[in-house]
């Protein structure tokens, strides 16, 4: 068990098992996992999770901003730690091998937004190929 998912689980609520086993596969993740790619990993690891708990852990661990969720072009959620990170930067998509990630580093340009509009959030994904499969091409 991650003491670091549990703290962090812990400013927000109660620590369950189910919240803190999520958490730490998605701050172990390289890139954004779908509900699918969660629950495949929770069970090959003999972690028994129902799919509504964990939806309904995803949505808690986005709405205590711990993680976040990224749009997909398949119309599929996919799920990034976010503990650190702003809701405003870059995600991207590799068209070859399905991975999202996020470019924290990389910050989208802002539109500036008519009077009496206030801006929240942003989600911009980046559709191309990714340095690891550039390189076999």
Not at 26 to 42: D, F, M, N, T
Not at 49 to 77: F, M, S
Request: proline letters at 4%.
């Amino acid at each position: 068990m991650s003491p670091e998912a549990e703290k962090l689980i812990k400013i927000h609520g109660r620590a369950t098992q189910a919240r803190i086993s999520i958490l730490e596969l998605l701050l172990r993740a390289s890139h954004a996992l779908s509900h699918a790619e969660i629950e495949s990993a929770l069970l090959s690891s003999d972690q028994q999770i129902d799919r509504v708990t964990i939806y309904r852990v995803l949505e808690w661990l986005v709405e205590k901003n711990v993680a976040h969720k990224i749009p997909g072009k398949d119309r599929t959620w996919r799920y990034s730690a976010a503990y650190q990170e702003t809701h405003h930067h870059v995600h991207f998509h590799c068209t070859q091998c399905d991975q999202t990630v996020c470019l924290s580093s990389t910050k989208p340009d802002l539109i500036r937004l008519p009077k009496g509009y206030q801006f929240e959030e942003s989600m911009l994904v980046i559709e191309g190929i990714c340095p690891r499969c550039s390189s076999r091409m």
